[in-house]
């Protein structure tokens, strides 16, 4: 032990001798333990009441919106407006995403079928231009991603982020490596650092690699730029599918 860790359990054994000194240690501690705790959980707690504010403001700013879409979609041809379906979440935790259904109502049924047209070399993950499955509402829908506004509802209740990787579903992750799994460290988002890089361009391995980078330095002013940059990324409709 050193000289000066000698000097200083000394000054605060004499400190503790009295009520003062004990009542002094003992804040010195509680804001210690403040520290520690902003440090390990600070910016969940500020990503998570950012995720609330946003959410929430979304879902009644564009309300007027959704109506709108749900007319159009219902009109084309009377099924339903919304299309859940189960993706897979933080940690392996399987969960229901919501989507306004882009579709036709045998799209599942139908999928077999059109595998082997996928533009996405590695397998892992689906992608088709001129999916023919996709309705004409749903074209445009896709191309501005307003098919995927109600998971502003998934953000609300805690099941996603805004920022993060997308959220797979499990016949991807079925097929993942060890080093895929990584992607599932966090709350998956409604948006990503891929989705304003290319969209569905990039295949599965750039998704992987950018999503990694993005959780080895997630920070609340990086999910920020994301969000900003996604505006711009959307409304080119460079990379929908």
């Not at 359990?9 to 003992?26: D, E, F």
């Not at 299309?83 to 139908?110: N, T, W």
């Not at 060890?178 to 966090?186: F, H, K, Q, S």
Request: hydrophobic residues 45%.
């Amino acid at each position: 032990m050193t000289d000066e860790a000698t000097i200083l359990i000394s000054r605060r054994l004499t400190t503790a001798r009295y009520a003062l000194g004990r009542a002094w240690l003992n804040l010195k501690i509680q804001r210690q333990a403040l520290r520690a705790w902003r440090l390990a959980y600070g910016n969940a707690a500020l990503k998570r009441g950012f995720d609330l504010a946003v959410s929430l403001t979304l879902l009644f700013a564009l309300s007027p919106l959704f109506l709108l879409i749900a007319l159009l979609v219902k009109l084309e041809d009377g099924g339903p407006v919304f299309f859940p379906q189960v993706r897979v979440g933080r940690y392996g935790r399987e969960f229901k995403m919501y989507k306004i259904r882009s579709m036709c109502l045998d799209a599942e049924e139908r999928l077999q079928e059109l595998l082997a047209r996928n533009v996405h070399r590695e397998g892992v993950t689906f992608k088709l231009k001129d999916d023919p499955r996709i309705t004409r509402t749903g074209r445009w829908l896709r191309k501005f991603s307003l098919d995927e506004l109600p998971q502003l509802w998934n953000v609300f209740i805690g099941d996603m982020s805004l920022v993060g990787p997308r959220p797979p579903v499990p016949r991807e992750v079925a097929v993942y490596s060890p080093a895929d799994r990584r992607r599932l460290t966090i709350k998956p988002g409604v948006t990503c650092i891929w989705q304003i890089s290319g969209r569905s361009e990039i295949d599965f391995s750039g998704q992987v690699r950018l999503d990694v980078a993005y959780i080895e330095a997630q920070s609340f002013w990086t999910d920020a730029r994301i969000l900003l940059q996604t505006v711009p990324a959307v409304l080119s409709g460079k990379g929908a599918c």
